[in-house]
């Protein structure tokens, strides 16, 4: 499959440990923000959202910080598993624009 | 599956040409955006239309077009393609304008300009 990006930030985690990925964001007055998570040939897939009103929001095996002063956004996953392997994106929004600004990606590895 | 289908799935073509690449959204889905993903630049937006009408414009080039027809599909033309035009192309959908909500992705076309 195509590659996403050769010179991407890479996590290493070892299977069933957990994962934080972390994204540093642009624009102090977005105020919704996604998690993508995009493998290989495939096209980017929601993964969890939250709104600039929340600081924390937790899906099944995910969850997603939100720092605002910081301007911080990070996300947990438990205990990882080989499918999780991908490139994650958080992308930002504000309401009155329907561009989504994309981060440039980490690249999650998980070893057995 | 996102539900987005994006056709074709490959493309290959020389300098100079013009291609049409194919979006249909999510049923239900008035939004239609497009985006490009090249190695060296990540995912960068470049046309956003709902219900038929252009929205929201973003790093576009004058040779890059689309349009949002009755039926909601979308296409995105390229025209005097450049070797730097080479990358992923993705539509997105998502149901509402005028609410920020979540834009689901399709699988991508793959475009090599050779």
């Known amino acids: 499959g195509e590659s996403v990006g050769l010179h991407l930030p890479t996590l290493s985690v070892q299977e069933g440990d957990n994962s934080i990925i972390n994204c540093a964001y642009s624009n102090s007055a977005s105020d919704y923000f996604i998690w993508y998570k995009q493998e290989s040939g495939k096209g980017p897939q929601f993964i969890i959202d939250?709104?600039?009103?929340?600081d924390k929001r937790q899906g099944q095996r995910v969850t997603v910080l939100l720092n605002k002063t910081v301007k911080h956004l990070s996300l947990q996953i438990a205990a990882t598993q080989p499918g999780d392997s991908a490139v994650y994106f958080c992308a930002e929004l504000m309401d009155s624009s329907y561009k989504l600004i994309f981060g440039s990606g980490t690249r999650l590895l998980v070893r057995p | 599956d996102s539900g987005v289908t994006q056709t074709p799935k490959h493309l290959i073509t020389a300098t100079g040409q013009r291609v049409t690449l194919r979006c249909s959204p999510r049923s239900g889905d008035l939004s239609v955006y497009w985006y490009q993903q090249s190695l060296d630049q990540g995912l960068q937006f470049l046309i956003h239309y709902y219900n038929g009408e252009e929205r929201a414009k973003g790093n576009i080039l004058e040779r890059f077009s689309a349009q949002q027809f009755p039926d909601l599909h979308s296409e995105l033309n390229l025209s005097s393609l450049e070797l730097g035009d080479s990358a992923l192309y993705f539509c997105?959908?998502?149901?509402?304008?005028?609410?920020?909500?979540?834009?689901?992705f399709g699988p991508g076309t793959r475009l090599t300009v050779l």
């Open positions: 997105a959908s998502s149901p509402d304008r005028v609410r920020a909500d979540t834009q689901y």
């Open positions: 939250i709104r600039s009103n929340m």
